[in-house]
């Protein structure tokens, strides 16, 4: 999963992440395209999400609107299937939604001094049809059938729902009793949309407890601290994606030293450790249900990114790993013989102009 929202890199650095995602036998790219930065992908009907929610960057709020027009992403699309990768967009909702309501405020349900103007409203109709012109145009430029609609952390700008006249009278109507019913139901409103689409509804473990149909759902699990959370997707049934924020996040640094990067409470995510990652090994996974877990997913987030060499960094040569842990059967599991083959992979990095982090260097 690459986050181009807080930071944008562009189509000749997606290409070549693709081409290394090939030659790793990595087959799925989430593009992480809208969030409170920055809107990333052009959308027709309301142009002004690109145009205005275009402008800025985690860094810099005032960097000139970068996006991706739709003729950009099917030529991106296409280039990934030619490598057999399935792209998969997020328009992230309810929360995460600063940049969009930027562009369109008459759409916005407010936030948090910390978290700005951070959710879509839940109480406008109009909301509704709004997201779901959105996604129809998403829908159209990309052929995997997957919609992630984000999810979470909806907590950090919802404050101002209880305060809202019309969120009152939807919790009054609908017998919503908490901020979290509310989010639930605009979950499912969405998710009804993405259904009559004929495409599969894909959002983060936030959505665990909420009840959709479990072969059209896919629920990815990123919450290391919390494995109650991938208890209950196991429980009832959903099908899901493995990305826990340790070992999986690639935002976060590789050795101790590093000072580009972000750590959870002091830890962090080495080369060893993706590659000993093991789905087997995590609380309530058995032999019953490891069916429903599709895959693993390393998650790319850039704050702390904002040149494309850093991004390399964080990426090699753990996305080796990432392969092997997708990959190896946990009988074949040999970190010294991998580490053998690794060293050899640096000689084309190095070809390729890529800055990679060689923790075997002394």
């Known amino acids: 999963m690459l986050d181009e929202s807080r930071h944008f890199f562009g189509a000749e650095k997606v290409k070549s ?6 030659y790793y036998k990595l087959n799925r790219f989430h593009w992480h395209l809208t969030d409170a930065p920055a809107w990333r992908i052009e959308i027709k009907q309301y142009p002004k999400l690109a145009l205005i929610g275009g402008i800025g960057s985690h860094s810099n709020p005032d960097e000139p609107a970068q996006f991706y027009t739709q003729e950009q992403i099917a030529e991106i699309v296409s280039y990934a299937a030619n490598r057999n990768i399935v792209v998969i ?4 909702m309810p929360g995460h939604a600063t940049a969009a309501n930027r562009a ?7 936030g948090s001094e910390k978290h700005p103007e951070f959710t879509f409203h839940p109480a406008k109709e109009e909301t509704y049809q709004y997201l779901t012109n ?11 059938k997957m919609l992630h609609l984000g999810g979470d952390e909806v907590s950090f700008g919802n404050a101002k729902w209880m305060a809202d006249a019309a969120v009152k009278k939807l919790m009054a109507t609908k017998g919503l009793k908490t901020v979290t019913d509310v989010e639930r139901y605009f979950m499912q409103r969405m998710a009804d949309s993405v259904f009559k689409m004929n495409a599969k509804l894909l959002a983060w473990d936030e959505v665990a407890n909420m009840d959709f149909p479990k072969n059209k759902t896919i629920v990815f699990w990123w919450r290391h601290d919390k494995p109650e959370q991938l208890t209950t997707v196991l429980n009832k049934g959903y099908s899901t994606v493995l990305c826990p924020r340790l070992p999986l996040y690639f935002d976060f640094v590789q050795d101790s030293t590093h000072t580009v990067g972000r750590k959870w409470g002091g830890g962090f995510s080495p080369l060893q450790d993706v590659y000993n990652f093991n789905a087997e090994n995590l609380p309530g996974v058995t032999s019953k249900n490891q069916d429903q877990i599709l895959g693993i997913q390393a998650n790319l987030w850039t704050e702390t990114m904002r040149r494309s060499d850093q991004l390399d960094f964080m990426l090699f040569p753990r996305m080796a790993a990432l392969s092997e842990a997708s990959w190896k059967s946990s009988e074949k599991n040999n970190y010294q013989e991998f580490t053998g083959i690794l060293k050899k992979h640096f000689i084309l990095y190095d070809k390729e102009g890529i800055n990679f982090y060689n923790s075997f260097k002394k």
């Open 104 to 110: 369109y405020p008459q759409f916005s349900g407010g």
């Open 134 to 144: 959105i996604l129809r145009e998403v829908q159209a430029m990309f052929p995997s």
């Open 89 to 92: 967009p997020e328009i992230d």
């Open 17 to 22: 992440i693709l081409d290394w995602m090939a």
